[in-house]
């Protein structure tokens, strides 16, 4: 019966051994791999740099993505994104580019918040609501 006990020992420190080391090389891996991930961005901006001196659109594109809710406003970038557009489905020559369009809005019987002038109220009116249909009787 000692033989037994002392077999099963054995068998738990080695087990506790295993697991020891398991997590001494699992938390080696982690410290490599977090070491190595602050090199990155480095490089990546530095390769955005080299590219946005390469091509203006890139240099372009950038500032519209800077300058957030304006960008839709601006024609630079309005024509920045058409060319990047055109030059991603394989387009040639402006012909192609669509046109861009007015801005719409939701209520165009209201005026823009920037055209209302202080306490005047244009036309507000209410868009026309729709009645449903009578559906027939099912007997």
């Not at 961005?41 to 594109?61: F, G, K, N, V």
């Not at 809710?69 to 030059?87: F, I, N, T, V, Y």
């Not at 719409?104 to 026309?128: C, I, M, Q, W, Y």
């Amino acid at each position: 019966m000692a033989r037994t006990e002392a077999g099963a020992m054995d068998g738990k420190i080695f087990a506790r051994i295993g697991a020891v080391v398991f997590i001494g090389v699992a938390l080696t891996v982690t410290a490599i791999e977090m070491g190595s991930k602050d090199d990155e961005p480095d490089a990546l901006a530095t390769r955005d740099r080299s590219i946005a001196s390469q091509d203006p659109l890139a240099s372009e594109l950038r500032r519209c993505s800077a300058i957030g809710e304006a960008g839709p406003r601006d024609p630079g970038c309005l024509k920045a994104w058409a060319d990047s557009r055109r030059r991603f489905l394989g387009q040639r020559g402006s012909a192609t580019a669509p046109v861009p369009a007015a801005p719409t809005t939701l209520f165009p019987n209201v005026p823009a918040s920037g055209d209302r002038k202080e306490g005047h109220r244009g036309d507000v009116t209410a868009p026309a609501m729709q009645v449903e249909p009578p559906r027939p009787e099912i007997r």
